[in-house]
């Protein structure tokens, strides 16, 4: 896919993520991996239902500004999941609702926030990993996020949003739509007892799907 149709396509999930709620004002950051080992991500303090795929932040292989506006702040966060994850080809990294209150809620496992709760969030998300509290653009993030060495495409920040990895950037929208959706079950039907998918549902799953699941063992 050309570097142009990348450049549009994420001024077109943006827009489609603000208006519907899932990330308000200036917050949140797209970016995509390009071929040359170089990627674009949104720039620092700017909408993402009003991006400009002209002023897109041209980064190269190590992170350096090339072309375009500043970047986001975030860029750390970024580079780890690209480091960890050799098949990400896009990150979305939202303030959506109802997954920020999902990270802060007490009761939730770090090694995994969410419940096996239905199918396309097991087939999209997999478990997904609670990352400790740390300021907006911190690099001491990305050492949190290289410690969960690869194993994980949807990570939470507490306190802060929800980070999704995916190989397309459809595929890395989806998926984040898809944990925002479930979070907001979550808190729906909490205290209610509800019926999540059974060990041998999730088995079924990850055989039909070739679902990767992280390794609790240890």
């Known amino acids: 896919m050309s570097e142009t149709k990348l450049r549009e396509d994420i001024c077109r999930f943006g827009r489609s993520l603000f208006e519907r709620g899932l990330t308000p004002g200036s917050s949140g950051n797209i970016s995509v991996r390009l071929d040359d080992g170089g990627w674009l991500v949104t720039p620092t303090n700017a909408s993402l239902g009003?991006?400009?795929p002209g002023k897109m932040s041209r980064l190269d292989a190590n992170g350096k500004l090339v072309s375009g506006d500043a970047p986001t702040k975030e860029v750390p966060l970024h580079t780890a999941l690209y480091q960890t994850r050799s098949a990400a080809r896009a990150v979305v990294h939202l303030h959506?609702?109802?997954s920020v209150a999902l990270s802060m809620l007490p009761e939730i496992d770090p090694r995994a926030v969410l419940p096996p709760m239905t199918a396309y969030y097991m087939m999209k998300c997999a478990p997904t990993a609670l990352v400790p509290y740390y300021r907006p653009g911190d690099p001491a993030v990305a050492d949190a996020i290289k410690g969960l060495a690869g194993q994980y495409s949807s990570v939470l920040l507490a306190n802060h949003g929800p980070v999704v990895s995916g190989d397309t950037l459809e595929?890395?929208?989806?998926?984040?739509?898809e944990l925002e959706e479930t979070a907001k079950l979550y808190l729906l039907l909490r205290g209610l007892n509800p019926r999540y998918l059974s060990p041998e549902q999730v088995t079924d799953l990850t055989k039909t799907?070739?679902?990767v699941?992280?390794?609790?063992?240890?």
């Open 96 to 98: 959506s609702t109802h």
């Open 50 to 52: 009003f991006l400009d």
């Open 171 to 177: 595929g890395a929208v989806f998926a984040t739509e």
């Open 209 to 211: 799907f070739g679902l």
């Open 213 to 218: 699941l992280p390794d609790h063992s240890h």
